[in-house]
């Protein structure tokens, strides 16, 4: 009964969370992903603060090597995708004058086929007429939809480097303003949906660039043709859980399959081989996703991708993760805490924040806010004891 109540409430709170994501402005989704892109980058920050750089100088270094990192990587591969594009073009319009021009002398199936398909010239036509302008304009739509993203993504990167470097005073802001026996499972809550959601981004991006340099090396490798865009596509279906599979391998095969039949069953080993090294030797040194539904992620993927277009495949799956991590820490069974026995009585204790207080007034120089707000803190605890043990 209990695992049923809470397998209901994290339904509920996933529609719920879905629902404000779709009412909300696009102003709170870009600060969404700030704090998805500030969870990501935080270990590497703290990783050269750890090296003795001081904070700042760690924060700007490691977005500069993380920005670094994915303008190389998309001039890299743009360098050769572009020529694949071309050749693609290329083969595909060579491929159907030859499939135009065969098929009326092949057999009955291919005939009545053939009877079907436009001419070449008519063909062309129609992407270079009226109807080629409907294309056209689809295809720039696309195109002012990526930089769109791109834009976004830029704005959240920034609003990110801000996020990271005053992330402590923003948490203890609104800890504060929640009720003092709730702040330390607040905390607790967003420390770990932080950790979370850090942790899976990581591994997604991790295992995608892998994914992406293994397929593009082998398929380069075999000799397959168009290698780096179908190392691409690959990588887009590892992202997609369950079909993603086939996404990343049937391509491939089948170009494989066109070359040589030997050719094609070589891809599709070796597509499987580097997904199944993904999925079983690198993801659990990363993340443990079993700890995850993949079919949450799938539905929020379809609920913010018809909202939201291309950021909501973005934030779907942190989304997804960030809900299911909340939701296991809200409806987690509580162990009662042991009781606690108080070695100097409260009287003590008030009689040595009262000496404390009584220093910081006579040095008023040596007084900073966070130590005005932790002696605010204190003596409202004592006075909660007080309250307590008088009643």
């Known amino acids: 009964m209990k695992r049923l109540a809470g397998s209901t409430a994290l339904v509920l709170v996933t529609l719920t969370a879905v629902f404000l994501v779709w009412q909300l402005s696009s102003a709170v989704v870009l600060f969404i992903l700030s704090l998805v892109i500030a969870a990501t980058i935080r270990p590497l920050i703290d990783w050269f603060a750890a090296r003795g750089l001081p904070r700042a100088l760690a924060l700007l270094l490691a977005y500069v090597v993380c920005v670094g990192s994915i303008i190389a990587l998309i001039t890299v591969l743009g360098g050769s995708l572009l020529p694949e594009l071309q050749q693609l073009t290329k083969d595909a319009t060579s491929g159907y004058e030859q499939l135009i021009a065969q098929w009326p002398k092949g057999t009955s199936f291919q005939q009545s086929l053939a009877q079907r398909l436009p001419a070449a010239s008519d063909l062309y036509a129609t992407i270079t007429g009226a109807q080629g302008g409907t294309l056209l304009q689809t295809a720039l739509g696309f ?107 049937i391509p491939a095969v089948l170009v494989g399959l066109s070359m040589s039949p030997a050719l094609g069953i070589l891809t599709a080993v070796m597509t499987i081989a580097v997904l199944a090294f993904l999925e079983f030797v690198i993801e659990p040194r990363l993340f443990n996703r079993r700890n995850f539904s993949s079919l949450l992620v799938v539905i929020v993927v379809l609920v913010l991708l018809d909202q939201l277009g291309l950021i909501g495949i973005l934030i779907a799956p942190p989304l997804a993760a960030v809900l299911q991590i909340f939701a296991s820490q809200l409806f987690r069974s509580t162990i009662p805490a042991p009781t606690l026995q108080l070695t100097q009585p409260i009287s003590a204790l008030q009689e040595r924040l009262s000496v404390i207080q009584s220093g910081l007034t006579a040095q008023p120089e040596a007084t900073t806010p966070e130590i005005t707000n932790l002696m605010a803190r204190l003596t409202q605890l004592i006075a909660r004891a007080t309250d307590s043990s008088e009643s």
């Open 143 to 249: 195109t002012l939809g990526s930089f769109d993203v791109l834009g976004q993504l830029l704005i959240s990167l920034v609003i990110s480097i801000y996020w990271s470097t005053d992330q402590e005073h923003f948490k203890r802001l609104w800890v504060s303003l929640l009720p003092v026996e709730m702040r330390a499972r607040a905390r607790d809550i967003w420390q770990n949906i932080e950790l979370g959601m850090g942790g899976y981004l990581r591994s997604e991006l991790i295992q995608s660039v892998l994914a992406l340099i293994l397929l593009g090396i082998g398929y380069h490798v075999l000799g397959l043709k168009y290698a780096t865009a179908l190392a691409l596509i690959g990588t887009i279906g590892w992202l997609i859980p369950w079909v993603g599979v086939l996404l990343a391998v």
